[in-house]
């Protein structure tokens, strides 16, 4: 059976370097991972995009939205459930991207079944932004093993 015939892949990242404050934009150097993750997905057929709700995580997306003309789906970093409940709607054969926290991203991971390695106290360490999860798991919350892929994107992080 075809990964398309029952599953969906999953992109996930954290959001890119980002400023200090509440609610803080990206850096220069979180500005240029976003135009890289760009890049690095620009042969993959994403067709929806996720993200929190928070500054950092729509910019860091939005180079790749903007270059296929798809609409950012936005869901508060605060409500998981939401977020979960969103990819088991997802069609088997769809690849999208979620572009999440150091918190939310391996929830999100573990939530659909994979395992999310190198964690500090649950969590991508502070440092690293470079990390691109490939997860292909089972389409509607169906049977079947989830896969997790790590990859590596942009400027390598000084914690990697």
């Known amino acids: 059976m075809e990964r398309a015939e029952t599953m969906v892949r999953l992109y996930a990242v954290r959001h890119g370097e980002k400023e200090r404050g509440r609610d803080p934009a990206l850096t220069p150097a979180g500005l240029e991972r976003a135009g890289a993750l760009a890049t690095t997905l620009a042969d993959e057929p994403i067709t929806v995009v996720f993200t929190s709700d928070y500054r950092r995580c729509q910019e860091t997306i939005a180079p790749l939205a903007r270059a296929r003309g798809l609409e950012p789906i936005v869901i508060e970093a605060a409500d998981p459930h939401r977020q979960l409940a969103a990819l088991h709607a997802l069609p088997a054969g769809t690849t999208a991207i979620l572009c999440g926290h150091a918190n939310t991203v391996p929830q999100m991971i573990q939530a659909l079944g994979g395992r999310c390695p190198d964690l ?28 997790v892929v790590v990859q590596h994107f942009g400027a390598r992080s000084t914690g990697a």
Not at 126 to 134: G, Q, T
Request: proline letters at 7%; hydrophobic letters at 40%; a negative charge.
């Open 120 to 147: 500090q106290f649950g969590m991508i360490p502070e440092a690293v932004h470079d990390r691109l999860f490939r997860v292909d798991f089972p389409a509607g919350g169906g049977v079947g093993e989830t896969e």
